[in-house]
């Protein structure tokens, strides 16, 4: 299984800070099958970004994806009260399709 | 809009099955997308349990394998989910998923928290 490691665990954070969020794969996700999700408290995981960096519909473009092979990154440009939540990778480039354990972006 | 909505018993007791059906909306079941489970226990992450297409082929998370089973209910655009001998260990939020082309979890529905307790 291919294991996805996120840090930090928390990131503190002011609105209108940049946040960076890292997963790392402990081995290569071919390619860049890679998706990211927000979760908010007792809500559903929302989709943001497929493919390493493509946006789902809808979403801001204060969020963006980026990485290949074992390391990826996502950031939020400038902190927005709503994108304070969970955010976790996934990938799906081999099965069985796993998720990083998740990091909190929580207000300062 | 694509909506999937969970439904089934809200606590089962250990040993016993835990069985659940997401109904789709919006979007045929039929389509070139797999639809999944995925559960999470409280305060903890997400595990894809499972994953099926409309002609009935199935993928399982090996961890789980060997007690669940998925299965689709074209005619009313369902498809549900038994995993048995449960334990404390399964109680989670699970929620049922559309995989876009089978890849990533494009919607979701909204969650339903099973709780194995006698």
């Known amino acids: 299984d291919i294991v996805l490691t996120q840090s930090p665990g928390t990131l503190s954070l002011s609105p209108g800070e940049r946040a960076t969020l890292s997963c790392r794969a402990s081995?290569?996700?071919?390619?860049?099958?890679l998706a990211w999700y927000q979760q908010k408290p007792g809500q559903a995981p929302r989709l943001l970004i497929f493919?390493?960096?493509s946006r789902a519909t809808g979403i801001p473009d204060r969020f963006s994806g980026s990485g290949s092979g074992t390391d990826f990154t996502l950031t939020i440009s400038r902190l927005e009260p709503e994108d304070f939540a969970v955010y976790y990778c996934?990938?799906?480039?081999?099965?069985?399709?796993?998720f990083g354990q998740g990091t909190k972006v929580e207000i300062k | 809009q694509v909506q999937l909505q969970e439904s089934g018993p809200g606590l089962v007791k250990p040993s016993g099955t835990l069985s659940l059906t997401c109904s789709v909306s919006?979007?045929?079941?039929?389509?070139?997308?797999?639809w999944s489970w995925v559960r999470q226990p409280p305060g903890e992450g997400l595990e894809w349990i499972g994953q099926?297409?409309?002609?009935?082929?199935?993928t399982y998370n090996p961890s789980l394998k060997s007690r669940v089973t998925i299965s689709v209910d074209k005619s009313n655009s369902q498809f549900s989910m038994k995993l048995n001998s449960v334990t404390a260990a399964d109680t989670a939020v699970y929620y049922c998923?559309?995989?876009?082309?089978?890849?990533?979890?494009?919607?979701w529905g909204q969650g339903a928290l099973v709780t194995v307790s006698s």
């Open positions: 996934q990938q799906y480039s081999s099965s069985p399709k796993t």
């Open positions: 099926i297409y409309h002609n009935g082929t199935t």
């Open positions: 493919g390493a960096s």
């Open positions: 919006g979007v045929s079941i039929s389509s070139s997308n797999w």
């Open positions: 081995q290569s996700v071919s390619s860049s099958l």
């Open positions: 998923a559309m995989l876009w082309f089978g890849e990533f979890f494009a919607y």
